[in-house]
């Protein structure tokens, strides 16, 4: 009885506790915030030997901060300039960072290990951004700064993927051979920039490295070079690059799906829009799952609504086998008929269509396109400029602009990035550069503003060049 009236008592004494906290409207009950969160990184509070060290002679560098933390992912954010030939130990514990150089150190050199974003807080994840810890084995720390921008050269965009290759008195053939001097991250708008260097001549490039080994040794890797030599001198040093790849991945272009059974039928999806109305502009495609190994094209005819077979027209068969191209001029608001045949094809297990078909369909009226008008200024014709409409990365259309206006009546509505290419040699497309033969890559330049082309509509846009 006794313990059930201690009972009664503490459950008394916390119902006045809760009336007097929520007074009487409705409890709500929820756990403790814990406060707000930390965002504050770490902070050094030491370095041995300290930061700007002259005439360094150790093996072993030691980083204190003010808390706990990590570092992340040391092969990929840390970067040692000069540019080592064994890289350097990197751990650490508790709030310590420690650094066991296993390189012979260069006489008279500065050194820089720069952290990138690498160094975090063991709560948050908060970096201790852009840390560099800088020292010299000789009297004094370089200071000299060669800055600069990459390209792509296709599109004109950034690519931060690529990294920045610096060589200090070596021969053309260095970025193909031997790894560089200095290397530089390039960020979000293609900037990239070498520090603590010391006066001199220099050669840059860019490079996406493929297979890590920081030299330039496949036609399919981005690289950018630099026509002459760069002088450092203090002056504002800056260069531009225009990266390229001289060879296309073809295996990554391809975009192929992994190969699959053929199915037991044979099917046929054709290219038409919607409503069935073929495209003035394009070919009528009949896309097929499955290769074919009979295509008989003279038993597959496109007529009139009357069957009356229509003359020019060309049916072949690409070669992937698995598509039929139907190529005719075709008018506006014009009725079809394609009469395919149950027996003029056949794929590779020796399936046919289930049954004979007459595809009917008619092309698109003129309300179903956009016309659309684009006027140059400051046109160069020089430069041989060439505007590109781009739907994702499909070119879909591209004109040489000889003009201060261009115009087209029959346009597919849709919403398109719009590209300038410097076309240099004039034939129309971009080329790459050529390292070999110290040829650079015609440029190209994306403009901001995307070009949206309604239907039934009289679309302009200025241009400036």
Not at 397 to 412: G, H, P, Q
Request: with cysteine; net charge positive; charged share 25%.
């Amino acid at each position: 009885m006794k313990i059930k009236n201690v009972l009664y008592s503490a459950a008394a004494v916390f119902f006045i506790y809760f009336i007097t906290v929520t007074g009487s409207g409705c409890a709500q009950i929820g756990a403790p915030t814990g406060g707000p969160r930390d965002s504050i990184p770490p902070v050094l509070v030491a370095a041995l030997p300290k930061l700007m060290t002259t005439n360094f002679t150790g093996n072993k560098i030691t980083l204190v901060f003010d808390e706990y933390i990590n570092v992340l992912d040391v092969q990929k954010n840390v970067i040692v300039s000069p540019f080592p030939k064994t890289f350097p130990i990197i751990t650490y514990k508790l709030k310590e960072v420690s650094i066991k150089l296993k390189d012979t150190l260069l006489d008279k050199t500065t050194y820089a290990i720069n952290f990138g974003n690498a160094i975090v807080d063991n709560n948050e994840s908060n970096p201790f951004k852009e840390f560099t810890y800088v020292f010299s084995t000789g009297n004094t720390i370089d200071s000299l700064k060669l800055s600069g921008k990459v390209l792509m050269a296709e599109t004109g965009k950034p690519d931060s993927t690529l990294q920045a290759l610096l060589y200090r008195d070596a021969p053309d053939s260095a970025v193909e051979t031997r790894k560089p001097n200095y290397i530089a991250r390039i960020d979000r708008n293609g900037i990239f920039t070498f520090t603590n260097l010391s006066p001199g001549e220099y050669k840059v490039y860019a490079l996406k490295d493929g297979d890590g080994g920081k030299t330039y040794n496949s036609k399919i890797e981005s690289f950018a070079f630099a026509d002459e030599p760069v002088r450092v001198s203090g002056k504002n040093d800056s260069v531009r690059l225009y990266a390229y790849e001289e060879e296309k991945d073809i295996k990554k272009a391809a975009g192929l799906p992994a190969k699959s059974a053929a199915d037991k039928k044979l099917k046929l999806t054709p290219s038409l829009g919607t409503g069935a109305a073929q495209d003035i502009l394009t070919n009528l495609e009949l896309r097929f799952n499955n290769k074919l190994k009979l295509f008989d094209s003279t038993k597959m005819v496109l007529t009139d609504t009357n069957f009356v077979k229509v003359e020019g027209a060309t049916i072949t068969m690409d070669s992937t086998r698995k598509i039929i191209i139907v190529k005719n001029k075709w008018p506006l608001e014009t009725a079809y008929r394609l009469v395919i045949p149950k027996e003029a094809i056949a794929d590779t297990a020796n399936n046919t269509l289930a049954k004979s078909d007459t595809l009917k369909f008619q092309t698109k009226k003129e309300s179903d396109y956009g016309s659309i008008t684009l006027r140059f200024t400051k046109l160069d014709s020089a430069r041989h400029p060439v505007i590109q409409f781009l739907n994702g990365a499909e070119i879909v259309k591209s004109v040489k602009v000889t003009a201060a206006s261009w115009t087209d009546k029959y346009f597919n509505p849709g919403e398109f990035e719009l590209r300038i290419l410097y076309d240099a040699n004039n034939n129309g497309i971009w080329d790459p550069g050529n390292y070999k033969k110290k040829i650079q890559p015609e440029h190209a330049l994306t403009l901001d503003k995307k070009l949206t082309i309604k239907a039934n509509w009289d679309n302009e846009r200025e241009i400036e060049l």
